[in-house]
Structure formats: C-alpha cells, structure tokens
C-alpha cells in the first residue's frame, strides 16, 4: 500500500507542476524516480523513455504506465496515471471556468510568454542528456534523421518501424548459440 501512495504522490506533483507538454515533464519525472526514488537506474530510465516515446498515446501517460505497472503492477499503472492527470485535469478546469475572462489580460499574456522558455528549456534537457549517453554514429544518426524528418517531411512512423525491426533482428543475430559461445 506505500508503494501506491508513493507513486500517485510522485506523479501528482509531477503533474501538477509541470508546464508544456508530456516531453516537459521528462526532467521531473526522471528526478523523481531515478535520483530520488532509486526506482530505476539511468540505463533502464532511458530504456522506458525510449519505449514510451515509441507507444501510442501521451507520453507523460506512457511513462507513468511503465513506472507504475514495475512497482505495483496494474494498480500502480492506475494510481499513477491518475496521479499524473488529476493536477492537468483540475487546472485546465479552472482555466476554462474562470480564465477566459482574463485572456485578453497583458499580465496574463506577459506570464505565459514568461514561460514558453522554460518549456523549451524542460523539453531540451532530456534530448541532450540522453545524446550525451549515446556513442558519436547515434548521435549523428539521430541528426539525420531529424533532418530527414524536418526537411523532406518523412513520416517518423517510418524511423520508428525501422528502429524496432533493426532492434528484434539485432537481438536475434547477437543471441548466444547452443553450449554458451556466441
């Protein structure tokens, strides 16, 4: 039952402040359950990242899945997701109760272009700690294809698709064979 506690508090105030989108919340969620927490190492965070990034839907979501289903199976995935949606959920309802009237509000304008660069600043931060782990080829290869990506408009399902197939065959090929040798 701590367990569960613990995951929708972790999630909760991840949640709840948190700006931006889903990529934003990387920098927070990996503090709280790597260096915090200790329930993942870096290695196996990144892994989650990557095989939440590549998972239909939100990856905030995604990711809190992932941690939740590890520590406590489905009611952790549960108590997770809840815990990382209920903040968003109340505060868009407030937004959208009470905010509206105050759109046109420069001080409101002013403190949500005050923001946009922390945003921009939560969404790096994962990207460059994860380049830093890479070996050089990756990185050159993620260049690559962002640029694929940004300037001939290819769909990154492709990438995605191909990154997997290259994945399941590469564990296959470097699988040990019968009596230990490889």
């Known amino acids: 039952m701590k367990i569960i506690i613990q995951l929708f508090w972790a ?21 709280e359950v790597v260096d915090r927490k200790k329930w993942f190492d870096k290695e196996e965070f990144y ?25 406590a199976g489905w009611w952790g995935a549960l108590v997770a997701v809840l815990g990382a949606v209920i903040p968003s959920f109340v505060i868009i309802l407030v937004i959208a109760i ?11 304008i002013a403190a949500f272009k005050g923001i ?17 782990r ?9 260049c690559v294809v962002a640029a694929v990506i940004c300037y001939l408009g290819v769909s990154p399902i492709w990438f995605i698709l191909a990154g997997v197939l290259i994945g399941v065959v590469l564990t296959f090929y470097e699988k040990p064979k019968e009596g230990g040798a490889k």
């Open 134 to 142: 890479l070996p050089w080829y990756f990185m050159v290869l993620s």
């Open 98 to 108: 009470y905010l509206t009237e105050f759109s046109d509000n420069p001080y409101v």
């Open 47 to 71: 892994d989650q990242f990557a095989l939440a990034s590549s998972a239909p839907g939100p990856f905030a979501l995604n990711t809190a899945v992932f941690v939740g289903y590890k520590l």
């Open 116 to 132: 946009r660069p922390a945003v921009i600043a939560l969404i790096a931060v994962p990207f460059i700690n994860m380049l830093k």
């Open 11 to 31: 999630f909760f105030k991840i949640g709840a402040f948190t700006f931006g989108s889903g990529y934003a919340m990387i920098p927070m969620i990996e503090k």
